[in-house]
């Protein structure tokens, strides 16, 4: 069955570093997500792409962040300057089309920042 | 905005026992309904969902939910837990204010759920 994977599986860097989360959402989808949860909060959205271009974003999402779809498979996430508060489970997920309703998500980034 | 509510953080059942999470939402308009599962170091697992027609609906691993519109509700239930079913469980409402399936998930804070043998 096809699933959406996610690379690293744990990823620890420096403040002020910036970082690449990279997913590989289900071949044929075109609706992809990111979303994060802080250790003991909720899963909370950032942002959805569609057509090559951000259909959505939240509150959190500011200019430090940035999302990319590089060629036909991946899907990244990009954070420019991290702070201790990025530290979170980041997961991707995808959908087939604007009809269908579930998102299929991957297992998650954790990244950590000192 | 929308809006979920889970408002058990953490639930003990023994097993066999049956179970019941509570999940409540806030939303204009009729909802896209969620429930997923968390184990330990892995990602976020669909259970079940609820989009239109028969309001309750069957899951994955014996589980289905209710919703129920009077009550914005749409609790999840199990009639016989077993101890691998210990995890941490999400509802999530799907869709904006204008219905839109483009839109993003709104997710509950979780109930942890921990079984005893």
């Known amino acids: 069955e096809p699933e959406v994977t996610q690379t690293p599986s744990h990823q620890v860097t420096q403040m002020g570093q910036e970082v690449i989360l990279r997913c590989v959402p289900i071949?044929?989808?075109?609706?992809f997500y990111w979303y994060r949860q802080i250790l003991g909060q909720k899963v909370e959205f950032l942002v959805s792409?569609?057509?090559?271009?951000?259909?959505?974003k939240s509150e959190i999402f500011d200019d430090q962040f940035s999302v990319e779809r590089p060629d036909g498979s991946n899907f990244t996430l990009k954070i420019r300057s991290t702070k201790l508060e990025d530290s979170a489970m980041y997961f991707c997920a995808s959908k087939p089309g604007l009809s269908s309703y579930e998102q299929y998500f991957g297992p998650g980034t954790r990244l950590t920042v000192t | 905005a929308q809006s979920v509510t889970q408002p058990d953080i953490h639930i003990t059942v023994s097993e066999g026992a049956s179970l019941e999470l509570r999940c409540n939402y806030s939303?204009?308009?009729?909802?896209?309904l969620f429930w997923y599962v968390q184990s330990p170091g892995q990602g976020l697992q669909l259970l079940l969902k609820?989009?239109?027609?028969?309001?309750l609906v069957q899951g994955i691993k014996g589980f289905e939910a209710e919703f129920k519109r009077s009550q914005s509700s749409f609790n999840l239930r199990k009639p016989s837990v077993h101890w691998s079913d210990a995890a941490e469980y999400f509802c999530?409402?799907?869709?904006?204010?204008?219905?839109?399936?483009?839109?993003?998930?709104?997710f509950g804070r979780g109930t942890q759920l921990t079984v005893w043998p």
């Open positions: 071949s044929n989808h075109l609706y």
């Open positions: 609820y989009f239109s027609g028969d309001t």
């Open positions: 792409f569609y057509n090559n271009e951000i259909s959505e």
């Open positions: 999530a409402v799907g869709a904006d204010d204008r219905g839109s399936t483009l839109g993003r998930l709104y």
């Open positions: 939303y204009g308009a009729t909802p896209y």
